[in-house]
């Protein structure tokens, strides 16, 4: 390593020159490093000449790595340049150091004010080449990294790539400090300017320590991410997993308990099953509404605990603010880790976390039962604990199920429901669609034939609260239900069956002018279109009569489908991108196409930019 110039600017030495090479297989190339210095010396200050100069060293050296070309280069210069310090420093005392110094030009820079005068450019020539040693230590150290895959460290690919770049700077600024070595030591005035390379240098030392910090941190979740795949193979206790999936090493730290607002060790979650909430700080009230009542539930045995790990990938001040008021929010346990946590990698690639809310439940023994919660949480809520995939197996192939979706949407639906009466659910983007199809559907639920059939049918407009204002809530609650029915049903099975056609039908129809579902209480009997479904309200008059001969459900179905055979009317799914695994093919609900798939980008003009797979 180099050592820098004492307070006078007129001492250095060399030392540990050989640190990075082992000394039993290294016997320095002297011939090689005589022709660089050679190469070197007795050049005009230019930045042309040192181009050429650096071009003519690297063909010389085009045999040896990148780190070697430097490492060399340097190498060299350090021979003139510990030689040059070395006859400065006995001067005095040996005559022979006199000697060989008034030919190695010593004397020059040692005679009277000189050393005073070029003291300034001293220091600024040993500062770049402290720099120059400082690129080629992180060079070294980048190379050691070099031995994980670039797959799991993608950071390495960037800085690896960048070394041949590094190198050339390195060795060019060698060059020049050689030449300004060589410009102090003569009496013509001459100078090279050094301050572009020294620039350049602190640019380059700077990304390369962040690349290797980034490097290191890739690499700690890679090494955390393979021990979690690990221990998720045969786990033991559920705690370890937490401890695993959250912490590096031995930072624990405590939870924070939301009920009694302080801290508490780990140990509270030991032997017990653990539902893991797992989200951004763009959660909304309503994620953190749904789990209150099951918070409420599992309170009353100490068998079930939540706990709310926040994914941030860096934290600053206002995150940590907002952090504070989502907390305050919250009831159960919050993991408190001002880091990136430990399983950032598995929480992602195994549990498919892409930023929006998702609850994984964990067995006493660490076991995943459901890798995603969530889903049945927004449907059924409490019905669907203790939340495992069987339970959702069961609920999600029960054919009554908008009951669970629109419950809360209206007041009066679960007496509806229970009654078995006939419900239009209906909405959509066009405010004269939805004028004309109540228009329709009322006048339909009163028509004399219905009446005289005792047919009771009951007509709601989603997104209308109990007093006929707009709740765009109830809105978003609604679809946010479809769609977490939806993907709770195409995650678990391979092949659709009529519940979910008729599921992905429904979200199809989302984003149109308008749209209708009718039901027989919980039971849904057909979603169609708003053309159609208002085409077949409107000709009521042609199909009323059958209304006696097949019932009303039969012969309202049997018309829809005729009215679908003169129609043709394109199926679009939206399927948000942080919802989890999405399927690679999905059949189309009207026809038996497999529907093709698009990558479309939509912003809402709020924080963050929703991204969708259609």
Known sequence: MLTSILSQGSQATVEHLDEKIPKASFSP??????????????????????????????????????????????????????????????????????????????????????????????????????????????????????????????????????IPVDVFWAIITVVASTTQLCCLTSDEGKKQELSLFSQKLNVIVSKLRRQITICKQQIEETEAYWRLVKLFRTPTEVMEVFKGLIFTKDKLQPLFDGSTRKPVSIEVLKRKNVLLFISGLDISDDDISILKPIHELISKEDQYKIVWIPIVEQWTEDLQKKFEMLRAKMPWYVVQYFSPIAGIRFIKEKWHFKGKPSVVVLSPQGRVESDNAIHM?????????????????????????????????????????????????????????????????????????????????????????????????????????????????????????????????????????????????????????????????????????????????????????????TSHICCRIDIPNGSGKIPENMKCPDCPRIMETYISFKCCHIDGAANSVH
């Open 377 to 565: 949480i927004r449907v059924w809520g409490v019905k669907a604990f203790p939340f495992t995939t069987a339970v959702e197996e069961t609920l999600s192939s029960n054919k009554d199920w908008i009951g669970s979706i629109a419950t809360g949407v209206n007041p009066n639906i679960e007496s509806w429901i229970k009654e078995e009466k006939y419900i239009f659910f209906y909405g959509g983007k066009d405010n004269e669609w939805i004028q004309q199809f109540t228009k329709r559907a009322t006048a339909l639920a009163n028509d004399s034939v219905i009446k005289e059939a005792r047919i009771s049918i009951e007509v709601l407009l989603v997104g209308k609260g109990s007093k006929g204002e707009d709740n765009h809530s109830l809105l978003g609650r609604f679809w946010t239900g479809i769609e977490s029915m939806f993907i709770s049903k195409t995650q678990r099975k391979t092949e659709a069956d009529a519940v979910t056609l008729e599921i992905q039908k429904l979200l199809s129809y989302k984003n149109e002018s308008g749209w209708a579902v009718l039901s027989k209480g919980s039971s849904v009997v057909l979603s169609g279109h708003g053309t159609t479904i208002l085409k077949v309200l409107e000709e009521f008059d042609k199909w009323k009569e059958l209304v006696r001969e097949k019932g009303f459900e039969l012969s309202f179905r049997d018309y829809h489908n005729q009215v679908l055979h």
């Open 29 to 162: 190339p002297l011939c090689t490093l005589k022709s660089i210095s050679c190469e070197m010396q007795c050049k005009a200050p230019s930045e042309e000449v040192a181009y050429e100069t650096t071009l003519s060293i690297l063909n010389k050296l085009s045999n040896y790595s990148w780190d070697a070309k430097a490492v060399l280069t340097l190498a060299a210069f350090a021979l003139d340049y510990g030689e040059f310090w070395l006859l400065a420093q006995n001067q005095s005392s040996d005559q022979l150091a006199k000697s060989v110094g008034t030919l190695r030009r010593v004397s020059i820079l040692l005679k009277g004010p000189n050393l005073q005068k070029h003291r300034q450019a001293l220091i600024e020539l040993n500062s770049v080449i402290k720099a120059t040693l400082e690129v080629i230590e992180c060079i070294f150290e980048l190379e050691k990294l070099s031995n994980y895959d670039t797959k799991d460290v993608p950071a390495l690919s960037t800085g690896v790539d960048h």
